[in-house]
């Protein structure tokens, strides 16, 4: 089934911890989006990638990081993870990525808990 | 500076109930994109409507309908005849042309929507 798949569903990690979380597609579609959602703000962006080999930040970039090696994948990783961090994590993508008329696609999320 | 506000936090209706869904949104360009998007319990994003600055035409799909004003900076979302399955929370978005090079999806905090029976 084309569309997108995070791993994991759900992670529960120490403060301090290394984690990185997986996205894939199978849409072949250029742009790909790492957001965070939290209660009353809606979704906020963390980093993007309009083509592979390519990241930029969003708005909340700090604590975060991003790779794009190929067009399938976009991992976020967080390299020493602090309790600010727990949240729903979504990746997204669309056809391209800097056209605003394209809607963005999701994943299912990663629930994130940092204690 | 871009802004959706979406004032209404959780709206309860009664099945069959109409409603209405509140989105105002800001900004400086002349081209734009809004979006409506449903997250269900389930709690993926669904993708529901895309509509740009230029076309203010009302959009009926089954029981959604869209009304999109650009004198109030509005485009709000009526459920017809609410059911069950229209329970979620749906997040409006906006999408500039001009984005800095990547495409901008600005959200709202959502309206969560129960429809009892």
């Known amino acids: 089934i084309a569309g997108i798949t995070q791993a994991p569903t759900s992670q529960i990690l120490a403060a301090g911890r290394r984690m990185t979380l997986r996205c894939t597609q199978d849409?072949?579609?250029?742009?790909m989006y790492w957001y965070r959602q939290d209660l009353g703000l809606g979704l906020r962006l963390i980093h993007y990638?309009?083509?592979?080999?390519?990241?930029g930040k969003g708005e909340v970039p700090d604590g975060y990081s991003v790779s794009r090696a190929n067009t399938d994948d976009f991992p976020l990783t967080l390299a020493s993870a602090v309790p600010s961090q727990t949240s729903v994590y979504f990746c997204a993508s669309s056809a391209t990525g800097d056209s605003s008329y394209n809607e963005q696609f999701f994943g299912p999320g990663t629930r994130l808990t940092v204690l | 500076a871009q802004k959706v506000t979406q004032a209404q936090t959780e709206i309860s209706v009664v099945e069959k109930e109409d409603v209405t869904l509140d989105c105002v949104y800001e900004t400086r360009d002349t081209t734009y994109y809004l979006f409506w998007y449903k997250q269900p319990p389930s709690g993926e994003l669904v993708f529901l409507i895309r509509?740009?600055?230029?076309?203010?035409q009302n959009e009926i799909s089954g029981r959604y309908s869209w009304n999109f004003q650009k004198s109030t900076s509005s485009f709000n979302f009526t459920i017809t005849a609410s059911q069950v399955v229209d329970s979620a929370v749906y997040f409006c978005?906006?999408?500039?042309?001009?984005?800095?090079?990547?495409?901008?999806?600005?959200f709202g905090a959502g309206t969560r929507l129960a429809v009892h029976p």
């Open positions: 978005a906006l999408s500039e042309a001009r984005s800095g090079g990547y495409n901008k999806l600005i």
């Open positions: 509509r740009n600055s230029f076309d203010e």
């Open positions: 990638s309009n083509t592979a080999g390519t990241t």
């Open positions: 849409m072949r579609h250029n742009a």
